[in-house]
């Protein structure tokens, strides 16, 4: 299914992850997924929550510079190869991932779930269908 | 159908104010009272100012020597180390006994300097300032938000007079306290705002963040000056918000605001060089430039009594219109002031202007974001680092969008300036926020 992610830009110093996740903190919010990207000069913090409207809201009440997109989350079987068939199908369409990271573990069913970026997630979501895969399964979160 | 840019005042803007009857006098006449206050200027200077009769006798000039106003170029020039020299009073052509008011400019450097008036050089300052608003656009009825700082800065008690003078309501708020000011804009019916060009984008970001939508308050216009801006903030004042947005000038040494301003045509700014005579010089040659030429403008008052300032070199760089403008004043024009040479700084023997860097910014993002130019030496060798805050429409959930956003920034910037800099992008607000006039420049070199 399609999820609303919310990155926020970071400077190279040290406590400033601290300022969003304690935003988050404060007001309640708990993150199902993050990833942090890190350049020499700059991080972005990316993570997925159940309620990104309010956390939009506290994170820009704090000062951060906050983005939403969409991005793909995906579940698979968890154990050795349970994403590869997911990376196949994405390369048979010859699709580009823009970066992913993976949800919290120990999730219900033996299932680990995914959360990709693409730029047009639709086209993602088309390819997973026609291999057979139900790319607009809800994920509990 | 081809549209010619005429300049089409609206139907308030038009109200002719009498006081404002000098903008249109015909030219013979304006040279000859010029001649004739010129004349009696450098007599007072000389007669009454050590520094100016020491100069002038070095060169074995008298007062009576200037007759015609091109002999103006014969007068030594004045310069800001001279108002320093002479510290605090030495410039005075009048006792302190007539002198009813004193202001000082902040100095970067050690003592500021200090500027006087006599009670008629405030009447002719209320009348100068009075002309500026009326070319603005203002007049009785408006409301006129003052956010220059009031105190030792002639901006605040400048604009004060003059709008007061003009007929209109004056709200004092002088500087700082943004939310307040916003609180006031908003309730007060506020039409007009005079505040440093920065200080108002400042205001207009807060007003968006707070949930206030400027296009929908009654103001109108914006008085900016204090310091350099480009026309790339007036697009984007006049985008996020129903005001024109009119450049105005002045300096402390010459009276403080009330120098310059421009007209209903934004085209230029007309100089009150009835009071306020305006040269163009090569600035390393001292040479007087032809008109329409860039250089650095020179000053002389004309009529101010307590501290008048022969030649005084203003470091602004512009050039003069002798072109007759569209609004009907005769008074001259300068093009408005992107640059001072005192704002210029040297890297690695290029000279380099912030307006340049805002420029490249511009270039690539469309809009006029915050940024630092921060100056710093390593090993003997001079870095440029350029600090952006990044914005919401700048920002991206990609690294490599990132990336290329700060590269694109430092190929426009390599493009216009020649440098390579460092392009740091930075969170917002991380750049700290002026209430006066914005420090663009950090200077960290230790020479």
Redesign the interface.
């Known amino acids: 299914m399609k999820l609303k ?1 919310l ?1 926020v ?3 190279n110093r040290p406590g ?1 992850v601290k300022v969003p996740c304690k935003a988050l903190a404060d007001a309640g919010v708990n993150i199902l997924a993050m990833s942090l ?1 890190d ?1 020499e ?2 991080g ?1 913090l ?1 993570f997925i929550v159940k309620d990104p409207a309010k956390a939009r809201d506290v994170l820009a009440k704090a ?5 939403e ?1 969409e991005v793909l989350a995906v579940e698979v079987d968890d154990r050795p190869g349970g994403l590869l068939r997911l990376l196949e199908v994405f390369e048979k369409a010859n699709m580009t991932i ?2 992913m990271y993976a949800f919290n573990a120990n999730r219900p069913g033996g299932k680990a779930a995914l959360a990709f ?1 693409f730029d047009d997630p639709e086209i993602a979501v088309k390819a997973l269908q026609g291999a057979g895969i139900n790319a607009i399964a809800p994920i509990e979160l | 159908m081809e549209q010619t840019q005429t300049c089409q005042p609206s139907g308030s803007a038009t109200r002719f104010n009498p006081e404002s009857a000098p903008d249109y006098v015909p030219l013979k006449q304006l040279r000859a009272l010029q001649l004739h206050r010129l004349q009696a200027i450098v007599g007072r200077a000389y007669e009454r100012v050590e520094l100016y009769r020491k100069r002038l006798d070095a060169l074995g000039l008298k007062p009576q020597d200037l007759r015609k106003l091109a002999d103006i170029a014969k007068l030594p020039f004045t310069v800001k180390t001279d108002l320093r020299d002479t510290y605090p009073y030495g410039m005075f052509a009048s006792p302190l006994e007539e002198i009813v008011r004193l202001h000082a400019s902040s100095g970067t450097t050690g003592k500021p300097i200090v500027v006087a008036y006599t009670k008629v050089d405030l009447d002719v300052w209320s009348s100068v300032m009075m002309r500026t608003l009326s070319a603005c656009g203002l007049h009785r009825g408006d409301i006129i938000q003052n956010a220059y700082g009031y105190g030792l800065f002639t901006g605040g008690l400048g604009a004060h007079y003059g709008a007061e003078a003009l007929g209109a309501t004056v709200i004092p708020i002088s500087g700082g306290n943004t939310d307040r000011q916003i609180m006031v804009l908003k309730d007060f019916g506020v039409t007009a705002i005079c505040c440093t060009p920065s200080y108002f984008v400042h205001l207009v970001e807060k007003a968006l963040e707070m949930g206030v939508n400027m296009k929908t308050l009654p103001l109108r216009a914006g008085i900016f000056g204090a310091e350099p801006w480009t026309e790339a903030m007036r697009r984007y004042v006049q985008e996020h918000t129903n005001i024109k947005a009119y450049d105005i000038y002045g300096l402390s040494e010459i009276i403080g605001p009330g120098v310059a301003s421009e007209c209903e045509c934004q085209a230029g700014l007309h100089i009150f060089e009835d009071h306020f005579y305006p040269e163009i010089i090569d600035p390393q040659s001292g040479a007087v430039l032809p008109d329409g030429q860039e250089g650095e403008l020179v000053l002389t008052t004309l009529s101010k009594q307590a501290m008048p300032m022969l030649r005084y070199r203003t470091r602004d760089i512009t050039s003069l219109d002798t072109e007759a403008c569209a609004c009907g004043r005769t008074i001259r024009r300068i093009k408005r002031i992107a640059r001072r040479s005192d704002d210029m700084f040297i890297i690695r023997g290029v000279n380099v202007f912030p307006s340049q860097v805002e420029t490249a910014l511009m270039n690539v993002e469309g809009t006029v974001p915050h940024y630092q130019i921060v100056l710093t030496r390593e090993q003997g060798l001079d870095k440029m680092e350029v600090r952006v805050e990044v914005t919401p429409e700048l920002f991206s959930d990609k690294v490599g969008a990132m990336e290329t956003l700060a590269k694109k920034i430092g190929h426009s910037i390599f493009n216009i300036t020649g440098i390579h800099v460092q392009v740091t992008l930075v969170e917002p607000r991380s750049i700290p926020r002026s209430e006066g006039k914005a420090k663009r420049v950090l200077d960290q070199r230790k020479m």
């Open positions: 992610q990155s830009f970071l400077e400033q990207a350049t000069q700059f972005i990316r000062g951060c510079v906050v983005k997109t823009e970066y970026r």
